[in-house]
């Protein structure tokens, strides 16, 4: 069983940075496919990025070049470093974990965080 506690998100201005923080509970963290979705008001959840445990990412064209995943597997978290903010980035943003050897893309989802809110301004 693994615990996710998301945090880090608000409100913001384009062109801004935050960095979202992901604790996770368990001593198996390691050993976990990490990411982060989002989901955007009216919208279907979509995912934003990921990082394996070999460290091998992985991002959403949407994201490439403005977001950096990262993990400390010491300290059992993942952050997600955003610059470059846009409006269409404000969503709730989850943090994810899959326990599997595929790195890339995350297709299905063993645990979740309970989200943290990001709003963009223009």
């Known amino acids: 069983q693994v615990q996710l506690v998301d945090s880090g998100g608000g409100l913001v201005q384009a062109g801004d940075s935050l960095r979202l923080s992901c604790v996770a509970s368990g001593r198996t963290f390691s050993s976990y496919h990490m990411g982060w979705f989002r989901q955007a008001p009216g919208k279907e959840r979509e995912l934003v990025a990921t990082?394996?445990?070999?460290?091998?990412?992985y991002y959403a064209d949407s994201v490439k070049g403005r977001f950096t995943i990262s993990r400390d597997n010491a300290k059992n978290t993942v952050h997600l470093e955003m610059n470059s903010l846009k409006p269409e980035d404000t969503a709730v943003y989850y943090c994810?974990?899959?326990?599997?050897?595929?790195?890339?893309?995350?297709?299905?989802?063993?645990?979740w965080g309970q989200g943290t809110q990001v709003t963009v301004s223009s």
């Open positions: 994810a974990a899959r326990r599997t050897v595929i790195a890339g893309p995350i297709l299905k989802v063993d645990y």
């Open positions: 990082i394996h445990w070999s460290g091998s990412t």
